[in-house]
């Protein structure tokens, strides 16, 4: 079982957010964070550097294979004395759902992981990996990795935050850090009273099929997009 000298601390803000960039083909995401407008959300200041916030996503079965475009986190702070930006790395696994406990799939056999990055808080940070050819033909894991942050009273901030209208179970993990022994192993944000789903948005392109019309005597020719 895994010990935490720290709670997920949840401390609530309402940020506005700048208008959202033109959509790619589909936006994989559990929670119900805007990306443009204001947003209600939770700071889940108790994940510790070496944690990792993980999202399970998935596309609708004829949206595959995808290939992924954008990785999108919302990183927030509740208090002025915390500093702005935090550093983070960013994961992506070709795997469902981990199970608690359990020490696979690990960073090491992410099909995915990004430099280190400075991400901003108040709102939505897009790191592009349109170029690292990320295709999909299933669920996928995708992780926020607390690298550095600052440590204030309530907890580390800033950091990854959920939405505030429940947390589903099968969909939020945490690469969780045992602060007896040091090792990793999987967690479910849920089983720590979190109040919602961790805010990652996955943009991804699908790969649209044409039919064709059949000439069947009459001339009929063209294409069609079903």
Request: aromatic share 8%.
């Amino acid at each position: 079982m895994t010990m935490r000298l720290l709670p997920l601390l949840t401390l609530g803000a309402v940020l506005a957010l700048p208008a959202a960039a033109a959509a790619t083909d589909i936006t994989l995401q559990n929670d119900s964070i805007p990306e443009s407008g204001q947003a209600t959300v939770a700071v889940q200041a108790g994940l510790v550097p070496g944690e990792i916030a993980v999202a399970v996503l998935s596309a609708q079965a004829g949206d595959y294979p995808i290939t992924l475009q954008n990785i999108k986190v919302f990183v927030a702070k509740q208090s002025a004395q915390a500093p702005n930006t935090m550093t983070v790395q960013l994961y992506v696994w070709n795997s469902g759902a981990p199970t608690a406990g359990a020490t696979t799939p690990s960073p090491t056999q992410a099909i995915y992981s990004s430099p280190q990055l400075s991400f901003q808080a108040g709102g939505w940070n897009q790191w592009d990996v349109s170029s690292n050819n990320i295709v999909l033909n299933g669920t996928c894991l995708v992780g926020c990795k607390v690298v550095s942050t600052g440590l204030i009273a309530g907890g580390y901030q800033p950091n990854n935050v959920t939405d505030t209208n429940g947390c589903q179970g099968t969909k939020n993990f945490i690469w969780a850090k045992n602060l007896f022994t040091g090792q990793f192993s999987w967690a479910n944000l849920c089983s720590f009273g979190a109040s919602g789903d961790w805010g990652i948005h996955v943009d991804a392109s699908t790969t649209a099929q044409t039919g064709n019309f059949t000439d069947l005597g009459g001339g009929l020719a063209g294409n069609f997009a079903p």
